[in-house]
């Protein structure tokens, strides 16, 4: 069996892309049945190994989460000094996982994801309790009612809370930055002015919406976000309207979507240095235009697939 369908097949990668990358850096095997037989580099991705040999990665980095983005994301909260844990926590562009992934390993107390396409989230997420997925939404438009009807898809119930019943949660554990929380939380304490109330209000003739449990509801402590094909600029306003005041956004910025297609290169390469501080002007215009603090601006640590350099901005929501 090819060696990159084998490493899919025993679950050591979760694409034949994941796998490539793992043979880049090191895989080896061993024909167990054959005495004194020495551990064999695999050369190339092609590469035939017999179906029952061992097989060990040199490097297994690749392999930590669902998909390379969890490596990005994994890099950028060391850098940015931002812990997670104990934290709820809403990813943009979800796809396959990886910065969900991420977030969950990294200890957050849930994740609510959000793509525009379906069918993309690696099964061990989706099987998940901690994880939403919130598919075929366009996150221009995204609210709290999208979070309901998927919550309601995905558990064939409405979400909605005991009407009769005090309801209540607590918040307890450290905020964005490390610092402690122990923060009651209920109906009084949800947002009015840049985002949906978490539990949904009664209309006038007493009818009320189905609503999410607290583990899912807006406002969210953290915004992550990968996004490919639109910018950046057209998806914040709706998506820092769930994050919390005080919350923190944390995104990668590919500037080949960012910019005009006369300022993108040959293949959608951004060849022109000249063009990265456009991209952060602009999207830290735009963080100031949706009263959040930009804290910190850094290439990510690794390389886009294309080749593209990448970028992370971090910010903080005011409040």
């Known amino acids: 069996?090819?060696?990159?369908?084998?490493?899919?097949?025993?679950?050591?990668?979760?694409?034949?892309?994941?796998?490539?990358?793992?043979?880049?850096?090191?895989?080896?095997?061993?024909?167990?049945?054959?005495?004194?037989?020495?551990?064999?580099?695999?050369?190339?991705?092609?590469?035939?190994?017999?179906?029952g040999a061992e097989v060990r990665l040199l490097d297994d980095?690749?392999?930590?989460?669902?998909?390379r983005g969890g490596l990005k994301l994994e890099a950028a909260l060391r850098q940015?000094?931002?812990?997670?844990?104990?934290?709820?926590?809403?990813?943009?562009?979800?796809?396959?996982?990886?910065?969900?992934d991420c977030l969950l390993q990294a200890g957050a107390l849930a994740v609510v994801g959000?793509?525009?396409?379906?069918?993309?989230?690696?099964?061990?997420?989706?099987?998940?309790?901690?994880?939403?997925?919130?598919?075929?939404?366009?996150?221009?438009?995204?609210?709290?009612?999208?979070l309901i009807a998927a919550y309601a898809d995905s558990t064939g119930e409405n979400g909605q809370f005991d009407?009769?019943?005090?309801v209540e949660y607590k918040v307890v554990g450290v905020d964005a930055w490390g610092h402690d929380i122990d923060d009651d939380m209920g109906d009084d304490d949800a947002p009015s002015d840049d985002g949906e109330s978490m539990n949904a209000e009664s209309d006038e003739q007493g009818d009320t919406e189905p609503q999410l449990p607290p583990e899912f509801a807006p406002p969210f402590d953290v915004l992550v976000a990968d996004l490919s094909f639109i910018s950046q600029t057209l998806v914040l306003p709706s998506a820092v309207a769930l994050l919390k005041a005080g919350g923190v956004?944390?995104?990668?910025?590919?500037?080949?979507?960012?910019?005009?297609?006369?300022?993108?290169?040959?293949?959608?390469?951004?060849?022109?240095?000249?063009?990265?501080?456009?991209?952060?002007?602009?999207?830290?215009?735009?963080?100031?235009?949706?009263?959040?603090?930009?804290?910190?601006?850094?290439?990510s640590a690794i390389e886009g697939g294309d080749g593209n350099r990448e970028f992370f901005i971090c910010a903080r929501k005011a409040g």
């Open 1 to 51: 069996m090819r060696i990159d369908q084998l490493l899919v097949q025993r679950g050591l990668a979760s694409t034949r892309s994941q796998a490539q990358r793992l043979i880049a850096d090191g895989v080896e095997w061993l024909k167990l049945e054959t005495a004194g037989q020495a551990w064999r580099r695999v050369a190339k991705n092609g590469d035939e190994v017999p179906d």
């Open 61 to 67: 980095s690749e392999a930590r989460y669902v998909s």
């Open 80 to 100: 940015a000094g931002l812990s997670v844990a104990g934290l709820r926590c809403v990813d943009v562009g979800q796809s396959t996982g990886g910065f969900t």
């Open 114 to 146: 959000v793509d525009v396409g379906s069918a993309q989230l690696h099964p061990s997420l989706r099987d998940d309790a901690r994880v939403l997925c919130v598919e075929g939404v366009n996150a221009r438009t995204l609210s709290a009612t999208d």
């Open 163 to 166: 009407e009769e019943s005090d």
């Open 249 to 299: 956004m944390l995104t990668l910025v590919k500037p080949q979507f960012e910019l005009q297609p006369g300022q993108v290169g040959k293949g959608g390469i951004v060849k022109d240095p000249d063009m990265y501080p456009i991209v952060e002007q602009r999207l830290r215009e735009t963080c100031a235009e949706l009263g959040l603090t930009v804290t910190h601006w850094f290439d």
